[in-house]
């Protein structure tokens, strides 16, 4: 067979050379060595690919690659330039490429086939009709081992010798129909058999990109066949070539070959599906990211895929120079030029690709996988927010730049003038702008193209405005306030109302916070902000003198309903504070006439009732004299309050015949009493403060009845107003005390107490009744121990209101109330107030049971003295608490009531008792007698003796009888009769133990009388 290869002068060269120096054999082996289980490990596919790629370039024809493993042995057919010797002896030899020449080759450091290594121990290339090439590591080992300067190095590498050094000849390998070429694998373990059925599953379209020469990779596996494809992406390439400047300042640390090599190329591809859309992966929700296919390895590819991870979706091939491990760029000035041209290439397809939001995807954010994916990345992030590739509705403002004393000779840096750069024009497909010139605001495609003209650079609906590519382009984030901000000089000057309402229908209701300042046209021509305040009227009201905003009827829209806009019915109109405004200063304003009469107008048509909007009360209205009045301060002639208070104007005829007495009333004019209703009202002279008679000495009383430390609050208030102006009482309390005015007699309930009403309280406190004061009566056949103290109220008038304003009913009653007490001990004090013996002890009994706390202790007090019932200085009165006391505190005024009580009434009147008044020692002597048996028939606990004294003195004083000691003294039977019943516990019955002393003959008569008792 003819070694039309030259295959046994390469084999000889090769082995002389060894033998001349046995470091060159260590060398060859050890690189081979660490190339295919180094940096070719698992590059076997891809550098038969690139083989595959380089021969159909040579050829001019497309290239395709069949590969198939059969048997163990992997089988690479390939098109294109056959098998020649140049190319059989680049594939024996180390870093020396035969196609360092052919431009747009991939293979370009001689050392891709070693990958064949990695998996076989005899490899073997031919092509069609020709004789083929094979290397086997058994026969180049047995040619080493024949050479004796060789044998010894041969053994302490364990008989390890670089395979493709020494290439043989071999028969014509059966190449497949339609191919030009095979390389044929027999693999060398179950291990590389593995390893190839990965490598083979994991080709992917990736491969082809870097290789633009070969079209199709075949793969048949397991009787299964795949056909791997280019397929559908967007690709962007760019190359150029070096001049003799750059190729010495960039290629300075780069080997030879490389320099003989002075042409650079970028790819970038990203994939893309029908109709122009960009393929991405889901997110879920229908959201699809931008992003590679599953089995395209995320690496920069150089052409081949290397170890450097590229996080972009976009798939980058470039001439980057390669480390020495031929899986990592090397670093330097030559990768540093790459990367700013890849970044520019990247700007470029980004431009190119169709302007969709998928486009965001693109954007790179500014962290890196790897030193070199960073370094794209912020190159990329310099270009990208000034490359125009973003659609806008709107063309961008103009650019405003301040200049400087470079752009002028003339500088004054005091000027403050600025140039104004004109903007770029539209163009066929639209406005493109960059991401510094463009806007993002949230909404409906309705929206946007509503405010276009009004947001400069406004991106398309879709565009998801939180997406963070957005801020780093530095697209401004206008929110939907911003946009209400923009809504203002020049941008809307002129609009016409329909096209506000046009604006509104397509505002999201469900912001209303953001729509606030919206503005509003007016019917009056004015444009305002926000729709709080302004009014939609419905029906022809003549409002214009109150100065209303009413919105002009072609822009009326529910959006400014929501958003604090009132319909203008007569109500909501009439509680406007522009009407509130206009009725407060109506008595100072020349159109006071106007504006009496939209109001009455608004008054008639709302059909408001009296009092339910008391500020009505101001309108200026016209009198029956002439004058100007506010209408609170106006009578109704003819109407029931006309007839009850003292004389006061009266309101113009006129207005009563045109507006009727209904609306005047509910204007404020008087028909009846006016009444005032409020609530939650804080009870502090500074908050309370309805233009009240008393209004202040009222709330003075409330607060001392609560006695809170912080003001409290009345929920519900309703006062009748004008009492002090009323001449006719009988007539007035007719109405007062009868509903709807007797309400506001109700008492207050005011943290869970009850206080008189400010109604209630007013007429207790003036001479309402028959010219007298409601305090100072009581009820026809109220409680008897109230008679003389308080005089008889008038019949015929309601009972339960007259105890509401302050007539009494009983005496608990009055003890019960704030002051009662107080009251009581006054009215008993007065001379002119007549009261008998049991009246006043009943008085003085029911006051024992008050908290003195609630009492100030009396100057004067009621007593008897003599017998007498008189009224005495308190300094004077002492309060009995014994009855044998009495005969040594005879001459002062007497406080009398049961003994039990007696320091009870001490305390509440500060009175002393008797017995702090004398010691009540017996200063006589007598003699023990014994007691009659009789008396504890009556007396069961009578003591067995007493002491009899024929002159009984106690403290000096001569007195019947007295208890000292445990002991009774007297002088006769009934002081005897006395003391004993007093010792016993049974002073009811001193009189009858006094007959049944004097008699005791009857004591029969005295038990059976006892027992009836």
Same mark, same amino acid.
């Given at each position: 067979m003819d070694d039309i290869f030259g295959t046994d002068r390469m084999r000889t060269a090769v082995l002389a050379a060894w033998k001349a120096s046995p470091a060159r054999f260590r060398e060859d082996a050890n690189a081979e060595e660490d190339f295919a289980l180094g940096g070719y490990r698992d590059r076997l596919i891809v550098e038969l690919a690139q083989n595959a790629a380089d021969s159909a370039l040579r050829a001019g024809k497309p290239g395709v690659l069949r590969l198939s493993l059969r048997d163990n042995v992997l089988f690479a057919a390939n098109t294109g330039a056959p098998l020649d010797a140049a190319g059989v002896e680049g594939l024996s030899t180390l870093r020396v490429s035969a196609k360092r020449d052919d431009a747009g080759a991939v293979g370009r450091f001689g050392v891709g086939f070693a990958a064949v290594v990695s998996v076989?121990?005899?490899?073997?290339?031919?092509?069609?009709?020709?004789?083929?090439?094979?290397?086997?590591?058994?026969?180049?080992?047995?040619?080493?081992?024949?050479?004796?300067?060789?044998?010894?190095?041969?053994? +302490?590498?364990?008989?390890? $010798?670089?395979?493709? @050094?020494?290439?043989?000849?071999?028969?014509? *390998?059966?190449?497949?129909?339609?191919?030009?070429?095979?390389?044929? %694998?027999? *693999?060398?373990? !179950?291990?590389?058999?593995?390893? /190839?059925?990965?490598?083979?599953?994991?080709?992917?379209?990736?491969?082809?990109?870097?290789?633009?020469?070969?079209? @199709?990779?075949?793969?048949?596996?397991?009787?299964?066949?795949? /056909?791997?494809?280019?397929?559908?992406?967007?690709?962007? =390439?760019?190359?150029?070539?070096?001049?003799?400047?750059?190729?010495?300042?960039?290629?300075?640390?780069?080997?030879?070959?490389?320099?003989?090599?002075?042409?650079?190329?970028?790819?970038?591809?990203?994939?893309?599906?029908?109709?122009?859309?960009?393929?991405?992966?889901?997110?879920?929700?229908?959201?699809?990211?931008?992003?590679?296919?599953?089995?395209?390895?995320?690496?920069?590819?150089?052409?081949?895929?290397s170890d450097e991870p590229l996080d972009l979706p976009a798939l980058l091939i470039a001439s980057f120079p390669m480390a020495t491990d031929r899986r990592h760029v090397a670093k330097g000035p030559l990768t540093d030029f790459l990367v700013e041209r890849a970044a520019e290439a990247y700007v470029r397809l980004v431009q190119d690709l169709p302007r969709t939001p998928r486009l965001l995807d693109l954007v790179p954010a500014l962290m890196g996988k790897g030193e070199l994916d960073a370094m794209i990345r912020r190159a990329i992030l310099r270009r990208l927010p000034d490359a125009p590739f973003l659609p806008a509705l709107s063309a961008p403002a103009p650019a405003v730049q301040t200049p400087t004393f470079a752009d002028s000779a003339l500088y004054d840096p005091d000027a403050g003038w600025t140039v104004e750069h004109p903007v770029r024009e539209q163009g066929e497909d639209g406005w493109v702008v960059t991401g510094r010139e463009a806007a993002v605001v949230p909404g409906s495609a309705e929206l946007l193209q509503r405010i276009a003209e009004i947001v400069p650079g406004l991106l398309p609906a879709g565009w998801p405005s939180r997406h963070p590519a957005l801020a780093t382009l530095g697209v401004r984030q206008v929110g939907l306030a911003d946009v209400v901000d923009l809504l203002s000089g020049e941008a809307v000057e002129g609009r016409e109302p329909s096209w506000w309402r046009e604006l509104y229908d397509v505002l999201p209701a469900d912001d209303p916070e953001s729509l606030g300042a919206l503005p509003v046209p007016l019917a009056d021509g004015r444009l305002v902000r926000g729709p709080r305040g302004t009014l939609?009227?419905?029906? &022809?009201?003549?409002?214009?003198?109150?100065? #209303?905003?009413?919105?002009?009827?072609?822009?009326?829209?529910?959006? *400014?309903?929501?958003?604090?806009?009132?319909?203008?019915?007569?109500?909501?109109? %009439?509680?406007?504070?522009?009407?509130?405004?206009?009725? =407060?200063?109506?008595?100072?304003?020349? +159109?006071?006439?106007?504006?009496?009469?939209?109001?009455?107008a608004l008054v008639d048509a709302a059909g408001l009732a009296a009092g339910e909007l008391p500020w009505l009360a101001e309108l200026a209205l016209r009198g029956a004299d002439g004058d100007l009045y506010s209408a609170g301060d106006l009578l109704l002639p003819g109407g029931a309050l006309s007839a009850i208070l003292e004389e006061g104007p009266l309101a113009d005829d006129e207005l009563v015949s045109r507006y009727g007495s209904r609306a005047l009333v509910a204007a404020g004019v008087l028909d009846g009493f006016a009444v005032v209703n409020d609530s939650d009202v804080l009870l502090d002279p500074d908050d309370c403060d309805h233009d009240l008679d008393g209004e202040d000495d009222w709330l003075d009383d409330?607060?001392?009845?609560?006695?809170?430390?912080?003001?409290?609050?009345?929920?519900?208030?309703?006062?009748?107003?004008?009492?002090?102006?009323?001449?006719?009482?009988?007539?007035?309390?007719?109405?007062?005390?009868?509903?709807?005015? @007797?309400?506001?007699?109700?008492?207050?309930?005011?943290?869970?107490?009850?206080?008189?009403?400010?109604?209630?309280?007013?007429?207790?406190?003036?001479?309402?009744? +028959?010219?007298?004061?409601?305090?100072?009566?009581?009820?026809?056949?109220?409680?008897?121990?109230?008679?003389?103290?308080?005089?008889?109220?008038?019949a015929g008038l309601d009972e339960a209101a007259l105890a509401m304003i302050g007539v009494r009913t009983t005496l608990a009653s009055l003890l019960e109330s704030h002051g009662g007490p107080e009251e009581l001990l006054e009215r008993m004090a007065d001379p002119a107030v007549e009261l008998d013996r049991a009246q006043l002890r009943?008085?003085?009994?029911? #006051?024992?049971?008050?908290?003195?706390?609630?009492? =100030?202790?009396?100057?004067?007090?009621?007593?008897?003295?003599?017998?007498?019932?008189?009224?005495?200085?308190?300094?004077?009165?002492?309060?009995?608490?014994?009855?044998?006391? #009495?005969?040594?505190?005879?001459?002062?005024?007497?406080?009398?009531?049961?003994?039990?009580?007696?320091?009870?009434?001490?305390?509440?009147?500060?009175?002393?008792?008797?017995?702090?008044?004398?010691?009540?020692?017996?200063?006589? &002597?007598?003699?023990?007698?014994? $007691?009659?048996?009789?008396?504890?028939?009556?007396?069961?606990?009578?003591?067995?003796?007493?002491?009899?004294?024929?002159?009984?003195?106690?403290?000096?004083?001569?007195?019947?009888?007295?208890?000292?000691?445990?002991?009774?003294?007297?002088?006769?039977?009934?002081?005897?009769?006395?003391?004993?019943?007093?010792?016993?516990?049974?002073?009811?019955?001193?009189?009858?133990?006094?007959?049944?002393?004097?008699?005791? +003959?009857?004591?029969?008569? *005295?038990?059976?009388? !006892?027992?009836?008792?």
């Amino acid at each position: 067979m003819d070694d039309i290869f030259g295959t046994d002068r390469m084999r000889t060269a090769v082995l002389a050379a060894w033998k001349a120096s046995p470091a060159r054999f260590r060398e060859d082996a050890n690189a081979e060595e660490d190339f295919a289980l180094g940096g070719y490990r698992d590059r076997l596919i891809v550098e038969l690919a690139q083989n595959a790629a380089d021969s159909a370039l040579r050829a001019g024809k497309p290239g395709v690659l069949r590969l198939s493993l059969r048997d163990n042995v992997l089988f690479a057919a390939n098109t294109g330039a056959p098998l020649d010797a140049a190319g059989v002896e680049g594939l024996s030899t180390l870093r020396v490429s035969a196609k360092r020449d052919d431009a747009g080759a991939v293979g370009r450091f001689g050392v891709g086939f070693a990958a064949v290594v990695s998996v076989s121990d005899s490899p073997a290339i031919g092509s069609r009709g020709a004789a083929g090439v094979r290397w086997s590591r058994s026969e180049t080992a047995d040619a080493v081992a024949a050479v004796p300067e060789l044998a010894g190095h041969l053994a +302490d590498r364990g008989g390890h $010798v670089p395979l493709l @050094r020494l290439p043989y000849i071999t028969e014509t *390998l059966p190449v497949p129909d339609g191919f030009d070429t095979l390389v044929r %694998l027999p *693999l060398r373990d !179950a291990q590389a058999a593995e390893a /190839v059925r990965r490598m083979l599953d994991e080709a992917s379209p990736a491969l082809l990109l870097g290789m633009p020469a070969l079209t @199709r990779i075949e793969i048949e596996l397991d009787g299964q066949e795949r /056909v791997v494809e280019p397929g559908s992406w967007q690709v962007w =390439s760019e190359s150029g070539e070096f001049t003799a400047g750059q190729v010495a300042e960039l290629f300075a640390d780069r080997p030879t070959e490389e320099r003989a090599r002075p042409y650079w190329s970028i790819r970038w591809a990203v994939p893309a599906e029908v109709d122009g859309a960009l393929e991405g992966r889901s997110l879920g929700a229908g959201t699809r990211a931008l992003a590679l296919p599953s089995s395209v390895r995320a690496v920069v590819h150089a052409p081949t895929p290397s170890d450097e991870p590229l996080d972009l979706p976009a798939l980058l091939i470039a001439s980057f120079p390669m480390a020495t491990d031929r899986r990592h760029v090397a670093k330097g000035p030559l990768t540093d030029f790459l990367v700013e041209r890849a970044a520019e290439a990247y700007v470029r397809l980004v431009q190119d690709l169709p302007r969709t939001p998928r486009l965001l995807d693109l954007v790179p954010a500014l962290m890196g996988k790897g030193e070199l994916d960073a370094m794209i990345r912020r190159a990329i992030l310099r270009r990208l927010p000034d490359a125009p590739f973003l659609p806008a509705l709107s063309a961008p403002a103009p650019a405003v730049q301040t200049p400087t004393f470079a752009d002028s000779a003339l500088y004054d840096p005091d000027a403050g003038w600025t140039v104004e750069h004109p903007v770029r024009e539209q163009g066929e497909d639209g406005w493109v702008v960059t991401g510094r010139e463009a806007a993002v605001v949230p909404g409906s495609a309705e929206l946007l193209q509503r405010i276009a003209e009004i947001v400069p650079g406004l991106l398309p609906a879709g565009w998801p405005s939180r997406h963070p590519a957005l801020a780093t382009l530095g697209v401004r984030q206008v929110g939907l306030a911003d946009v209400v901000d923009l809504l203002s000089g020049e941008a809307v000057e002129g609009r016409e109302p329909s096209w506000w309402r046009e604006l509104y229908d397509v505002l999201p209701a469900d912001d209303p916070e953001s729509l606030g300042a919206l503005p509003v046209p007016l019917a009056d021509g004015r444009l305002v902000r926000g729709p709080r305040g302004t009014l939609m009227l419905s029906g &022809s009201l003549d409002l214009g003198p109150l100065g #209303l905003r009413i919105v002009h009827p072609d822009a009326a829209h529910p959006l *400014l309903l929501r958003l604090g806009s009132a319909e203008a019915t007569p109500r909501t109109v %009439l509680e406007d504070p522009v009407t509130k405004a206009a009725v =407060s200063e109506s008595l100072d304003n020349p +159109d006071h006439e106007e504006i009496a009469r939209a109001v009455l107008a608004l008054v008639d048509a709302a059909g408001l009732a009296a009092g339910e909007l008391p500020w009505l009360a101001e309108l200026a209205l016209r009198g029956a004299d002439g004058d100007l009045y506010s209408a609170g301060d106006l009578l109704l002639p003819g109407g029931a309050l006309s007839a009850i208070l003292e004389e006061g104007p009266l309101a113009d005829d006129e207005l009563v015949s045109r507006y009727g007495s209904r609306a005047l009333v509910a204007a404020g004019v008087l028909d009846g009493f006016a009444v005032v209703n409020d609530s939650d009202v804080l009870l502090d002279p500074d908050d309370c403060d309805h233009d009240l008679d008393g209004e202040d000495d009222w709330l003075d009383d409330v607060l001392d009845v609560l006695d809170s430390d912080l003001p409290p609050v009345a929920p519900e208030f309703t006062a009748v107003r004008d009492l002090e102006l009323v001449a006719d009482w009988p007539a007035a309390l007719a109405l007062l005390t009868r509903p709807p005015l @007797r309400g506001a007699l109700m008492p207050l309930r005011v943290q869970g107490a009850e206080v008189p009403s400010y109604t209630a309280w007013w007429l207790a406190e003036h001479p309402v009744l +028959d010219g007298r004061r409601p305090r100072r009566l009581r009820l026809p056949g109220a409680d008897p121990l109230l008679h003389g103290l308080y005089g008889d109220a008038p019949a015929g008038l309601d009972e339960a209101a007259l105890a509401m304003i302050g007539v009494r009913t009983t005496l608990a009653s009055l003890l019960e109330s704030h002051g009662g007490p107080e009251e009581l001990l006054e009215r008993m004090a007065d001379p002119a107030v007549e009261l008998d013996r049991a009246q006043l002890r009943g008085l003085w009994m029911a #006051l024992a049971g008050v908290d003195p706390s609630r009492v =100030s202790p009396p100057e004067r007090v009621r007593a008897v003295r003599d017998g007498v019932i008189v009224v005495a200085d308190a300094e004077d009165a002492v309060v009995v608490e014994a009855p044998d006391l #009495l005969q040594l505190v005879a001459d002062r005024p007497l406080v009398l009531a049961p003994f039990d009580l007696a320091e009870a009434l001490s305390e509440l009147l500060d009175l002393p008792l008797a017995g702090e008044l004398a010691t009540g020692e017996v200063t006589s &002597s007598g003699a023990e007698e014994q $007691v009659p048996a009789q008396v504890r028939s009556l007396l069961p606990a009578a003591p067995a003796t007493y002491v009899l004294h024929e002159k009984l003195l106690v403290d000096g004083v001569e007195c019947a009888w007295r208890f000292f000691d445990g002991k009774v003294h007297c002088t006769g039977i009934e002081g005897l009769a006395r003391g004993l019943a007093w010792a016993t516990g049974q002073w009811g019955d001193r009189l009858a133990v006094a007959a049944l002393l004097r008699d005791p +003959d009857a004591v029969p008569l *005295l038990l059976a009388e !006892a027992d009836l008792s």
